[in-house]
């Protein structure tokens, strides 16, 4: 456990590629202590059609295409103390490449959501990038980390790759190679992807479901938007 709340070395983290949603679980479940969870909430970008635009993705091949996830999950510290500015928030993404390990809420979100100027030459360029960025709103659910740690569960059969012979119940094996470690289970369920990743309903036991505008108020503390530059 962290003897720190909100600092963390990324070279002791669980880590596998492609499984953020268990990332996240793993870095909450061994490395914060219980009574430190309250600052912690665990996010879900997504949205109902399953495509999410982020920028500075390890998996991106060229910096001024966002990469289109279908959902990402991060980490949120929100400190209990607030500056003049509002309250101060850390995100924790393991597949940014936006560094440091843990950056400061407003400076995270504005880039990965919108990119930077510097990224586009053209500015013909930039404004039909934000254009497709724009049809695809993102949805952020909200989970306190210790809910997380109770509801969370994963066959991971999301990652398994779809048999050409659409009538077959086998599987095509996996899309990414899954972790080492046993499948994330509760007492109640094997498998609570899909609650978590249903961006139709807003509110319910996993969490709410807030837009962008709404999102940054709430960590950012403030009413300046940062995106939609």
């Known amino acids: 456990m962290t003897s720190t709340p909100g600092v ?3 070279s002791g983290l669980t880590y596998t590629s492609c499984y953020c ?9 061994d490395h914060i202590e219980p009574l430190d969870r309250r600052h912690y909430t665990v996010v879900f970008i997504s949205n109902e059609e399953k495509c999410t635009p982020l920028f500075y993705q390890k998996a991106g091949k060229i910096p001024q295409i966002p990469v289109c996830w279908d959902y990402h999950v991060i980490l949120i510290h929100k400190a209990a103390t ?5 309250p101060s928030s850390t995100v924790y993404d393991f597949d940014t490449t936006l560094h440091p ?3 400061q809420f407003e400076s995270y979100v504005s880039r990965t959501l919108y990119g930077d100027e510097g990224l ?3 500015p013909d360029d930039r404004e039909a990038v934000l254009s497709y960025v724009n049809k695809h709103p993102r949805g952020f659910r909200l989970v306190a ?3 997380y740690i109770k509801l969370f569960a994963s066959t991971r059969k999301h990652m398994m790759k779809k048999c050409a012979d659409e009538s077959s119940d086998a599987d095509g094996g996996w899309l990414t190679k899954p972790p080492d470690y046993p499948p994330i289970r509760t007492e109640a369920s094997d498998d609570t992807m899909e609650k978590f990743l249903d961006f139709s309903c807003a509110d319910d036991e996993y969490g709410e479901i807030l837009d962008e505008w709404a ?6 503390g403030a009413a300046d938007h940062g995106g939609g530059r």
């Open 8 to 10: 963390f070395e990324r």
């Open 21 to 29: 949603e268990e990332n996240i679980y793993c870095m909450v479940r």
């Open 82 to 86: 607030t500056t003049t500015k509002g």
């Open 101 to 103: 390990f843990g950056l």
């Open 120 to 122: 586009w030459a053209n």
């Open 145 to 147: 980390a210790e809910e």
């Open 215 to 220: 999102f940054w108020e709430k960590f950012a």
